[in-house]
């Protein structure tokens, strides 16, 4: 009787998690596979054409652009992580102003893509804040049309994501950071270890598996980028990229080729995402 | 006792300071034109200050024109439902797992962990004609189910909480004749509140700021604030010292939040990295 209850609650509470989770999330994986080998238009009969979509896909040089304007987005996150980390090694540790600074850098972590979207056109604008300052610098020569000129909008949106991500590194960084035993750091100055080797020898290893963790949620956010390109430009200049184009193919009906580019999506994710957990666990 | 020599204390400061200003430096002009009259804005370089501070003319318009105020209550509302179905499943999810043993444990660990593979915009083909066909689109209710599901994270954030939490409690109350439900409702629950506060915390930031999901499914009557400032954005007619200040106004609950609950976002945050 008991152990009858006992199932009885176990299924209880997990058959609507397990429910969501499949209609949510495995089903429409598997359902992208089906559809990616169709022409399907969201109504009507689903003919199958093999792997047209993907041939599409990889012979159109404007979806190779999308692919390759994720780029830009990863390259960036290189300085982003730096920047990233060198704020929480000097952020660690008690000093008057601590607090406030902790508020200030969390800023841009808490904005949503539109806000974010809007204060940079400001800044990029031709009569923006970064042409403006660049005037009152004297270095008028430096100044650029930076939305409109084919060859700089890609960087200069993505770089965007340092302002708007690198609040997310550093907190993850700051909290690896005080996990490490304050006796460590005592020892180490009683040791009389300088700040500098305390850094180099103490915090730094310490946060390994914390960097290689965010080096690996850049690749796959760069991958998915989605949200500025489309606010701020609507994907127009050459600033597409695989999920707006998923985006766009579904407002045309055309779900046989967005569902191919999901799977894309999906494959690159699952290979960077796999690749963390393990070489984590071989850590 | 400190290492700290006077030469890295005031590279430190030199440095953080740099770092605010980069913070502040493409939020400043925003905060000016939203007290800007038009013809200001036109006339005035963006790193000029307002003439008049008391301007509120701009708030009150797009208060007015961007039907901002009833944006705010469906983001509310979507909010307020979701993370109590979201972090009630969490916490139910992470109770069974982390304190019975049954047939298919592992199965059911290893579904939900898989999530972490799936970008929720790579699945958003097939669910958008699944939400079509049942007609939810353009009502709240897409979303809010799209937003009630149990992620890897939150099950994380809960078992550590439960570890803290003594199994003879559980025992005690069965002892005294509880049942399951029962004690996991009026005992067990309860004293997991601080992870359900760490969860409502930084998944709420996450859900108000979302863009792509009520993007896709709310378009005309029903919309989140995030999409009530894009769309608001998006018609050209708007001018742009109004949007400013639609986004000042945006800005303010997310702020609040930011003030009182500061600590929380960072321990919560650096606690999903233990996982």
Known sequence: ?283 | MSNETKLYKTVRYIFLICASIFVFVPLVPLIFMAFKTGAEYSATSVLEPPKNWLNMYNFSYAMRVGHLGKAFLYTAVILTISLAIQVTFTAMVAYILHRFDFMGKTVVKVMFTLTMFIPVVATQTLIFRMMYAVGLINTMWSVIILYSGVGIVGIYVMLNQLDSISREIDEAAMIDGAGYFYTFAKIIFPLMKPACTTMIIINGIGLYNDFYIPNLYLNRDVQTFTVALYKFYGSMSTPFEIVAAAIIIGMIPIMIVFIFLQKYIYNGLAGSVKM
């Not at chain 1, 989770?21 to 080998?37: A, E, K, Q, R, T």
Request: aromatic residues 14%.
């Open chain 1, 1 to 283: 009787m008991k152990s009858k209850r006992r199932s009885l609650f176990i299924v209880l509470f997990l058959v609507f998690p397990m429910i969501h989770l499949i209609i949510f999330s495995y089903v429409p994986i598997i359902g992208n596979f089906v559809l990616s080998l169709t022409n399907w238009r969201g109504f009507g009969d689903i003919n199958f054409i093999g792997l047209r979509n993907y041939e599409k896909m990889f012979t159109n040089t404007e979806y190779i652009k999308m692919f390759k304007n994720c780029g830009w987005y990863f390259l960036v996150s290189i300085p982003q992580l730096i920047f990233a980390l060198l704020l929480a090694v000097v952020i660690n540790g008690k000093f008057r102003g601590l607090n406030v600074f902790k508020g200030i850098l969390i800023i841009p972590y808490l904005l949503n893509g539109v806000i974010i979207s809007t204060i940079f056109i400001i800044f990029f604008n031709n009569t923006g804040s970064l042409n403006t300052i660049l005037g009152w610098l004297g270095l008028d020569s430096l100044q650029h049309q930076w939305l409109q000129d084919l060859n700089l909008v890609n960087p200069s949106i993505a770089s965007i994501s340092i302002w708007r991500y690198y609040g997310m590194n550093f907190i993850m960084f700051f909290g690896a950071l005080q996990t490490i035993p304050t006796e460590l750091y005592e020892a180490a100055t009683l040791d009389g270890c300088s700040k500098w080797q305390e850094i180099r020898y103490i915090s730094l290893p310490f946060i390994k598996k914390v960097l290689f963790i965010n080096i690996l949620l850049s690749v796959s956010g760069s991958i998915q980028v989605f949200e500025i390109p489309y606010i701020m430009m609507n994907g127009s200049n050459g600033t597409g990229t695989p999920v707006i184009m998923i985006q766009q193919s579904m407002s045309t009906n055309k779900v046989g080729f967005a569902a191919a580019l999901s799977v894309m999506v999906f494959v690159i994710v699952l290979i960077v995402v796999g690749l963390q957990r393990l070489l984590v666990k071989e850590d």
